[in-house]
């Protein structure tokens, strides 16, 4: 089973799945971990995903621990002792607190014997589930019976699945178990699943450098991020990084007694090794006083001294507690010590800085060389936290410098993700600075910053246009911005004028970067149609193979990749991405990142890679929700990776969601692309008629906009299928022509496959199946070593459809079997697994509680007969078949036939 993970905690669908796999297996499971871990999280997930097994729970505490058979009482709540020996019925009942307590040894084995019977009884017909929460809390009575239980069900259908909180060593009470046990440590949440949480949570409040500070203090601990995000989110307004996290008031006591215990000596070098990054022996001192310090902090287990020196607090809340507490000027001490000591430039100017708050020319240039230094470390947040740092001990009368640096600031506050950072840095350095380039750039982050909504971005490009003069390095620059501006505004004519003029400025000005991004945003905006936008595609990639890494080259790296993903040559789009994803890995600038992952996601999903695309989609789409104003765009890209190998579900609420995000950020180029996802999501759920709204809709944008090459997004031939579900024959076939017209004008090989699929669905839905499966068969044999493995796995499934419809049972399995091999190979979760149950029914395997007469009905269903068809075949009324079609469609929660084969895993495969 593969987790719905709409359904699964953040960051647990995983340890579900292992979950499910052991229990079905036939083992009980223990889960185990730390208080906070969420043990109690994954155990109140699962009965949702478990299918159909009685399930009894049980949640055990401290304080009722000493109270006799609680458990008991809590598992069997509900569950009678009807037909059990009078003497044993007799004991069960005293133990639920229905009779008189047991009170004699020999009562005490009747309560186990009557559990045992209960049990067995209950797993005669259907598995059972006891799910027990903090197992080290049952009480001893309860544990007894449990402990009977499991030694003797033998062969019976119950499984237990408890939790129980574990700080180090492994569980002490699998013995309460039926056997096999089996034990699964629960393990911390990773930085991204921290940062899914604390959104769920609080929303878009907390940065992403906040977000790390706060995992790395939790350890991945969810309630514990949970607990130290509502106290920041409570104190309001950003946290610098030199300041310490505000520790939780239920924890500070706790924390701050293990800190007083220790004797005066040990405070300074507890607080130099809260100071320090890295901090060592060596570093915040290892001889006399401070030697002792520490050694009592050791010894108390304060602090841990690592086999290499390297000095940590054994919480990292107990080193945001001993910064927090200090003084400032024991705070300004300790940063003295650490920068007279520390060999690192970058670290030396830092605590310099933090020591002394003061204007220093001097100090403010050691900060800038420190914050270049940074930034080529990969490092953009450091580098951005030094460049304002040098910003404000820059003396006033040098206020022209002091704005250029925190322009520096915005740009690496920006390439780090920081973007309110970026943009309160950006603004101040256009306040106050008279250089050009420093007003140019700092008004084009602002446009940056705005993301996707460019609706009031014009007057800040004509101020920029306006302090560029006549040079031609910042008019090129400015002159692109206005180019994506008139794109945004459909004004493609103006778009390319400007794009020109920007090439000439940036050839003259000797700006091989600016030129290598303008020459592939004209590629861009002129399209396929254009004969040209190959030749300068070509003319980028020899442009750009001798450049560094940079914003333009990764914009322009991208662009020429997603142009060979179109054209079907995948070897030389992952090629491409992948090196630019490996260099702006290096370089830590996450904005490029979230643009290369975008890129990522499509040529995955194209390439048919499906763990990658899924992957890299939900990547992408966490930085830009953290980063960017207008989401639109990343969530489309998680959308697309959720499609291919995740849930389909999900990918229908991030489609909603970027619908609406587009949709407000007047984004038509990415809503067109968003609407038609999403008909395509609620095709595969079995809702043509809605999916033909979605279509219609993206339809619409396209042609308002001309941006029609069917192979940037294959939407169109799910568009004809939607189109012949429904009925609407005559604009299925109206769709498909127009498409295969601009397919061939194009040279669109590769979207003839999906159109051929869509043909043969159309002539099925004209009445000749047979017809239409020789069709689509021919068009497999001739598409050979197709280039998207999904669109040749979707051909096969479609296939196997109109041979089963054609009544050539044989042929239809055949084909299925090789659509099922293309999902796996892609590993395309979804569509598997609607593939799996076909070829499973198919096989003779019996639908999900179907009787007999209910799977003919189905079969027939799927077949394309009539209500009047069916009848007459299985000898009912119309109203009878009617009626059970209702009862069907009421069981499994479905409207209509397309619903209810989609349930049933033979729902329409386009």
């Not at 933090?354 to 080529?376: C, G, I, K, S």
């Not at 840095?425 to 750039?441: Q, Y």
């Amino acid at each position: 089973m593969v987790v719905n993970r709409d359904t699964a905690p953040v960051g647990r669908s995983d340890v579900l799945d292992q979950l499910h796999a052991r229990l079905t297996a036939g083992e009980s499971v223990v889960v185990h971990g730390p208080a906070g871990i969420g043990k109690s999280t994954v155990l109140a997930a699962y009965p949702a995903l478990a299918g159909d097994p009685i399930v009894l729970r049980a949640n055990a505490a401290e304080v009722e621990s000493g109270l006799p058979y609680l458990t008991l009482v809590d598992l069997f709540d509900g569950i009678s002792g009807d037909g059990l020996p009078r003497h044993l019925r007799a004991a069960f009942d005293g133990a639920l607190l229905r009779g008189a307590a047991p009170v004699t040894a020999q009562d005490q084995l009747a309560v186990r014997l009557a559990t045992l019977e209960v049990l067995r009884r209950l797993a005669a017909n259907r598995t059972v589930l006891l799910l027990v929460d903090d197992l080290q809390w049952v009480d001893p009575h309860s544990a007894g019976v449990l402990r009977f239980v499991a030694r003797r069900l033998g062969a019976a259908r119950v499984r237990l699945l408890g939790a129980e909180r574990v700080e180090s060593a492994g569980p002490r009470h699998t013995d309460l178990c039926p056997a096999p046990v089996s034990e699964l440590l629960l393990p911390p949440l990773t930085e991204y699943d921290t940062a899914d949480l604390l959104r769920v949570r609080f929303g878009p409040v907390l940065s992403l450098s906040t977000i790390a500070r706060v995992h790395e203090a939790s350890q991945g601990n969810p309630l514990l991020a949970v607990e130290l995000s509502r106290t920041l989110v409570a104190r309001s307004g950003p946290i610098g990084v030199d300041q310490p996290l505000p520790v939780p008031e239920r924890l500070r006591p706790l924390l701050a007694q293990r800190v007083a215990s220790l004797p005066a000596h040990s405070g300074p070098v507890l607080l130099r090794a809260a100071a320090a990054a890295r901090p060592t022996v060596a570093l915040i001192g290892g001889d006399g006083d401070a030697k002792d310090g520490l050694d009592a902090a050791v010894e108390a287990g304060v602090a841990t001294v690592g086999p290499d020196d390297t000095v940590r607090f054994a919480h990292p809340l107990l080193r945001e507690l001993v910064y927090a507490d200090a003084a400032p000027s024991a705070r300004a001490a300790a940063h003295e010590h650490i920068a007279g000591r520390t060999d690192d430039s970058v670290e030396r100017a830092r605590h310099l800085a933090l020591a002394r708050p003061h204007a220093d020319e001097d100090l403010a240039a050691q900060l800038v060389e420190a914050a270049t230094t940074a930034r080529m470390r990969g490092a953009p947040a450091v580098a951005a936290d030094l460049a304002e740092r040098a910003a404000e001990r820059t003396p006033d009368s040098l206020r022209g410098v002091a704005a250029a640096r925190r322009y520096a600031a915005a740009g690496y506050a920006d390439a780090a993700g920081l973007t309110a950072d970026a943009h309160r840095l950006a603004s101040a350095a256009l306040a106050a600075a008279d250089d050009p380039a420093v007003r140019v750039g700092a008004r084009l982050l602002i446009v940056d910053l705005a993301g996707q909504d460019q609706s009031a971005v014009g007057p800040v490009l004509d101020a920029a246009f306006a302090d560029a003069g006549d040079d031609p390095g910042l008019l090129c620059r400015v002159r692109h911005y206005r180019a994506l501006k008139a794109y945004y505004d459909a004004d493609i004519e103006f778009a390319d004028a400007e794009l020109k003029r920007g090439e000439e400025e940036a050839r003259e000005a000797g700006a091989t970067e600016q030129l290598v991004s303008l020459l592939a945003s004209r590629s861009l905006i002129r399209g396929a149609h254009d004969p040209e936008s190959a030749r300068l595609l070509s003319h980028v990639a020899s442009l750009a193979a001798d450049l560094p890494p940079s914003t333009e080259s990764v914009h322009a790296a991208a662009i020429y990749a997603r142009g060979r993903a179109y054209a079907g040559d995948m070897a030389e789009a992952t090629r491409v991405i992948e090196a630019q994803r490996d260099a702006v890995l290096r370089s830590g600038t996450l904005r490029d990142l979230s643009s290369v992952l975008l890129a990522s996601a499509s040529i995955y999903f194209r390439s048919g890679r499906g763990a990658d695309a899924l992957r890299a989609g939900r990547e992408s789409m966490r930085l830009i929700l953290d980063m960017e104003a207008t989401t639109g765009h990343g969530l489309v890209a998680g959308a697309i990776g959720e499609t291919l190998a995740g849930s389909p579900t999900v990918a229908a609420g991030l489609l909603v969601q970027a619908i609406e995000a587009c949709s407000a950020a007047g984004d038509e180029d990415w809503l067109r692309l968003a609407r038609a996802a999403y008909g395509q999501v609620l095709l595969f759920q079995g809702a043509p008629e809605a999916a033909v709204i979605e279509f219609r809709k993206a339809q619409e944008l396209e042609r308002r906009h001309g941006r029609n090459d069917p192979a940037i997004f294959l939407w169109h031939a799910d568009f004809v299928e939607a189109l012949a579900a429904t009925g609407q024959l005559a604009e299925a076939v109206e769709v498909l022509t127009e498409t295969r017209s601009v397919a061939a004008a194009l040279g669109r090989d590769v979207v003839q496959l999906g159109l051929s699929r869509a043909g043969a669905l159309v002539r099925a839905a004209e009445g000749e199946p047979r017809e239409a499966a020789i069709e689509l068969a021919e068009a497999l044999a001739e598409a050979g070593d197709h280039p998207y493995p999904l669109e040749v796995a979707k051909a096969w499934h479609t296939l196997a459809t109109l041979e089963r419809r054609a009544h050539r049972r044989g042929a239809s399995r055949s084909a299925l079997v090789q659509a099922v091999a293309g999902y796996a190979t892609v590993g395309a979760a979804p569509w598997l697994a609607a593939a799996e149950a076909e070829l499973s029914r198919l096989d003779g395997g019996q639908g999900p509680g179907l009787s007999e007469t209910e799977r003919r009905i189905v079969d027939l269903v799927l077949s394309g007969a009539t209500n009047r068809e069916i009848a007459r075949t299985t000898h009912l009324s119309v109203k009878a078949i009617e009626a059970k079609l209702t009862r069907l469609y009421r069981r499994h929660g479905v409207r209509n036939r397309a619903q209810l084969t989609r349930a049933l895993g033979g729902g329409s495969p386009g």
